[in-house]
């Protein structure tokens, strides 16, 4: 079953890398996910510098979902592809929303 091969890749993972380590700060799952998509074409170290301000301005996938598209791209400006990435946090909350039964 595809879950026993997850489970065996896994580990050899933890085994090859035993102190790998993400490098995006994040407090929240919904943090983690913002930032991983703001690390597209973007170094972390950027993302990282961003992201304090974004979490102020944006604190939850309510905010997110509440803002424009242009005042999130204005936010998230120096990661590069800010349109793009703007559509996609906006698009994320969306989700999270919906799946949550914020709607």
Not at 33 to 44: E, F, K, M, P, R
């Amino acid at each position: 079953p595809p879950e026993s091969r997850v489970r065996a890749i896994l580990r050899r993972l933890r085994v090859e890398y035993p102190d790998a380590r993400c490098s995006l700060d994040f407090t929240t799952p919904w943090e983690l996910l913002v930032a991983t998509i703001l690390s597209a074409q973007c170094t972390d170290e950027r993302v990282n510098k961003v992201t304090p301000g974004l979490f102020r301005e944006f604190p939850d996938p309510q905010a997110f979902a509440d803002a424009s598209e242009k005042e999130v791209a204005k936010a998230i400006f120096q990661t590069g592809f800010h349109n793009q990435k703007a559509r996609s946090v906006r698009g994320a909350a969306m989700a999270v929303r919906k799946f949550w039964g914020c709607n």
